[in-house]
């Protein structure tokens, strides 16, 4: 990612979490679909990705294709996205599906943890093999993938949820399910002010560990963490422990493999 996106996705939030009318469920299923066409049309994307055009211009571009199709506080999102200077036409897409993923987390009910269902998801399909070509084969259809995910979290999700994983599985732009589910889940849970933390061990980890772990991450990364277990019997002791793109591994495994490499050398 470029810097002038790294800046543009920086400020789009900025202005995202001042407005909050935008927050509603119809917001966020709009961006994310408005995404998706934007994602068929090389010449649309270029349009707003073209970084010696007038801000003004795209933005008028953004309103002449989804001013009749989607609601006002959707179209002043996609054109504050378009009146930005992107670093490529293809950071155009992530960008709204961020910012549709950040707006559908905070329109969920208080009592809904779209980070969790998210996550739950996840742990199903990575638990299925099946389950896991079906969403992620480039061969299959998109509306028989679409017709599974709407069995699979209708009535058992939220709206919110249904809308994230729909989405993410319509526009894979060459990413694997769970990499998509993950990033998603991360997304979320930093929208609520979180990170999340992903704690391998070769059997559970006790609640007082846990609450004694998450107490020492929160302090290490200065926010709260969310900690997603993974149980992985190649994980002979310890724990491995992921935040972002921070690893910390101190699992007896990894300190065999460590004294491999060391006689190997």
Do not use: C
């Not at 989804?66 to 155009?92: M, N, Y």
């Amino acid at each position: 990612m470029g810097s002038a996106t790294r800046e543009a996705l920086a400020e789009t939030r900025t202005r995202l979490s001042a407005q909050a009318s935008v927050a509603t469920l119809q917001t966020g299923e709009q961006l994310l679909a408005a995404g998706r066409i934007i994602g068929e049309s090389a010449s649309l994307r270029s349009a707003i990705a073209n970084p010696s055009a007038d801000a003004k211009a795209k933005a008028l571009v953004v309103t002449r294709v989804f001013g009749t199709s989607v609601a006002p506080e959707a179209l002043a999102v996609l054109s504050d996205i378009a009146g930005a200077r992107w670093s490529t036409s293809d950071d155009v897409l992530v960008a709204i599906e961020e910012i549709g993923i950040r707006v559908l987390a905070d329109s969920a009910p208080a009592s809904v943890s779209v980070e969790d269902e998210i996550a739950s998801f996840r742990e199903a399909v990575s638990s299925s093999p099946e389950l896991e070509l079906a969403l992620g084969s480039k061969l299959g259809e998109t509306s028989a993938k679409l017709s599974l995910v709407n069995r699979l979290l209708a009535d058992k999700a939220s709206g919110q949820t249904l809308a994230i994983v729909s989405h993410l599985v319509a526009q894979p732009r060459s990413r694997r399910i769970g990499e998509l589910l993950r990033e998603a889940a991360r997304i979320v849970a930093d929208q609520g002010g979180k990170a999340i933390a992903t704690v391998t061990s070769a059997a559970p980890i006790t609640p007082g560990q846990l609450e004694r772990l998450q107490k020492g991450l929160a302090s290490l990364y200065g926010r709260p963490l969310s900690i997603r277990q993974v149980f992985d019997p190649e994980v002979i002791g310890g724990l491995r422990i992921q935040v972002g793109d921070d690893v910390i591994d101190g699992s007896l495994s990894s300190r065999i493999n460590d004294l491999r490499l060391q006689l190997a050398g």
